[in-house]
């Protein structure tokens, strides 16, 4: 319940109704990664009609979602090998699928692509991959 109240709180709303909200989003089984899905009118449903209260939630959900994609790691490390090492895969955005398209048509990269690379964790660590579990 604390992680929704300080959501709400961060959003602007007073302490007792950032209480009742958190308990609406609490027995409605809201996760933080169904934020950008609420609506309006998802809102109202849920008991929270206060026009001002309805913006602030709505803006801080997208600002709140985006500052948490950002802080996303550009890489996902995977188990160790035998070596050593450790194999990192890069994470791919629609950007620079396009750009990695372009480039093995104009012939600049091979047109196998290679998303995968062995680098030691200490390595890994300054690249800020970040092992699965």
Do not use: C
Not at 10 to 28: C, V
Not at 65 to 89: C, F, W
Not at 93 to 101: D, K, P, S, V
Request: proline share 5%; glycine share 6%.
């Amino acid at each position: 319940m604390s992680e929704w109240i300080k959501f709400f709180t961060g959003a602007g709303i007073p302490p007792g109704a950032a209480s009742t909200y958190s308990l609406s989003f609490i027995d409605n089984r809201i996760k933080r990664n169904m934020l950008l899905d609420l609506t309006k009118e998802y809102l109202k449903e849920m008991g929270i009609s206060v026009m001002g209260d309805v913006i602030a939630i709505l803006k801080y959900a997208r600002s709140t979602h985006l500052k948490e994609e950002r802080e996303m790691p550009a890489l996902s490390a995977l188990p160790a090998t035998q070596d050593g090492k450790i194999e990192i895969k890069r994470q791919t955005t629609a950007g620079n699928r396009m750009l990695e398209h372009y480039m093995r048509k104009e012939g600049m990269i091979s047109s196998e692509p290679e998303a995968k690379v062995k680098v030691t964790t200490e390595m890994a660590a300054r690249l800020g991959a970040v092992p699965k579990r």
